[in-house]
Structures are given as C-alpha cells and as structure tokens.
C-alpha cells in the first residue's frame, strides 16, 4: 500500500487549515497514496479558551469533518483525519463546555469506519516556561480502537498516547499491523524523544508505524499572553523491525511511503515478544 504523511502548520482558523490540507492531499493522490494521514488538531491549533468556545463545533456540524469526508470520496482514497478539535457532548462528570481531540478514519467513499478519542491528556511542565494542561479543556476518551483497512488492521492513538507503551501492545494484541500517531510535538519534546520513541513503538509490537505531525511555529489571530506554538515536525514512518522509512524534516508537504504488510508477520516470526508475554504479580 502507498500511504501520504502530510505534515502541516495549522492555524487557528478552520478555513484555512481546511484547504490548505486538502491541496496537501490532492497532490498525494496525484502521486497514487491510497491513504492520506493529516497530523492532530488538523482543523485548529490555538491557545485561546474563548476562541475555540466560539469557533469549535460538535462532530455532526463540523466543516471540516464533512470536507475530508467529501474530498475522500472525489479522490476515491481513505484519510485518516490525524485529529479534529470538537465540541463534546454534554455528559454526566464532565463540567459544560469540555472539547473533544477526536480521530477519524474516513473510506474512499467518504463513509467514517472509525472514531478515536485521545486518552491521555497532555498535562506537562516542558520547561523553560512551556506548560500545557489538555485536561483542562479537553474530555479523555477511554476506549481502545482498532479498524479494518483493505490492506491490514489499524490502531488509532494521538500524540501523548505514545508514551503509554501497555496501549499499544493492546492494539497489537487485538490486530492492529498498523498504528497511526497523528501528532503536534513540541519541539523540545521532539528532539530529545520523538524518533526514539517511535523505532520503540515498532519494534515493540511488530507493527508498521505511521506519524504524521505539525511543523514550524503556527499562526496565531488570537494570541494568548503573548506565546506562540512551535512544532516539532519531522512526520515518520518505521517499519516493523524498527527501520526508519521516511522523516518528513521540517517543511510543510506530502510524504509518500509504500508499506509491505507482509513485514510485519516476518518481523513478529523472528522475535515473537506479543506470542511471549506472561502475566506476572506486580510488586
């Protein structure tokens, strides 16, 4: 199969974002992707509260939601839509006005096989004055998923999720031969653990990793206190024995990267750790 990493600089107007990731598509089609992969929060990186209270939808009435789905199918291709930032739904536990960072896995008729909700929130003292609480503004999911492809099974996590490694071997263990990692790593988090992480992932669970991630520092029209977001970029894909087949860098583009499925049944065959595993008391 020939997949599309496409790698963006989101802004925070949906709009925008919203074509200027389609071209991105459109142009990996041309060049025969068969699946399309856009980094998280594809529709709006912003630090305002107030502006996504009053720009963000919930996934019924979302534009840019319903334009993947149509643009997957005038190209006849799948998108997995990395993540959309939406409104949630009321629900019992959660205070009013929580988001959603949710995935979508979207078939070449434009129909969604699958939904993802991040599960874990990126609350972290980067440093050097960088701190994010997602919690504060976004619901946790709680549900693992796996969806089938015509070309092999996919697990859908986000961003933070990578360094939850019990998830992963969850997702491998349920069929997963592909895991997607739509991501907006900062930048000093990228530098010193991105690449590492992602070969771990790989060899972890003999699956072919996909990650594509925003890049650059984001345009901002409501800047709060005065920061700006800066990405790490750098969108990768690591087969399953842990080669690194594709590093997007740093630039805004499409990354085409053709996957031999029949890699992860060898890799899994010659170091079987999922076929290994034993429970153990913990201590």
């Not at 856009?38 to 529709?43: A, L, Q, S």
């Not at 999720?161 to 930048?187: C, H, K, N, V």
Request: aromatic share 8%; hydrophobic share 45%; glycine share 8%.
């Amino acid at each position: 199969m020939r997949v599309a990493l496409i790698q963006t600089c989101a802004s925070d107007v949906p709009a925008q974002n919203l074509a200027a990731t389609s071209a991105l598509i459109r142009e990996a089609a041309a060049r025969g992707a068969q699946l399309a992969l856009t980094p998280e929060v594809t529709n709006m990186v912003t630090f305002s509260r107030a502006l996504q209270a009053e720009v963000l939808k919930p996934e019924e009435a979302d534009e840019s939601l319903a334009g993947y789905r149509a643009l997957a199918a005038e190209l006849g291709i799948w998108i997995l839509v990395g993540s959309l930032a939406l409104k949630a739904p009321p629900e019992e536990g959660f205070p009013k006005g929580r988001f959603v960072n949710r995935s979508f896995l979207i078939d070449a008729a434009g129909g969604i096989v699958a939904r993802y909700d991040k599960i874990h929130m990126f609350d972290v003292e980067v440093g050097e004055g960088e701190s994010y609480r997602e919690s504060a503004a976004y619901r946790p999911g709680g549900q693992a998923v796996v969806a089938d492809t015509p070309w092999g099974r996919i697990g859908m996590t986000i961003c933070y999720d990578l360094r939850f490694p019990a998830l992963y071997r969850a997702l491998a263990e349920a069929g997963a031969e592909i895991l997607t990692i739509p991501s907006a790593f900062t930048q000093p988090t990228g530098a010193a653990h991105w690449e590492p992480l992602m070969r771990a992932r790989a060899i972890e669970t003999g699956c072919f990793v996909l990650a594509p991630a925003s890049t650059g520092t984001h345009p901002m029209v409501a800047v709060a206190e005065g920061r700006q977001r800066r990405t790490y970029g750098h969108s990768m894909a690591v087969a399953p024995w842990g080669e690194v087949l594709a590093d997007a860098g740093e630039e805004i583009g499409a990354t085409l990267v053709d996957l031999d499925l029949a890699e992860v049944a060898k890799a899994r065959g010659r170091v079987p750790s999922l076929a290994n595993a034993r429970d153990f008391a913990k201590p």
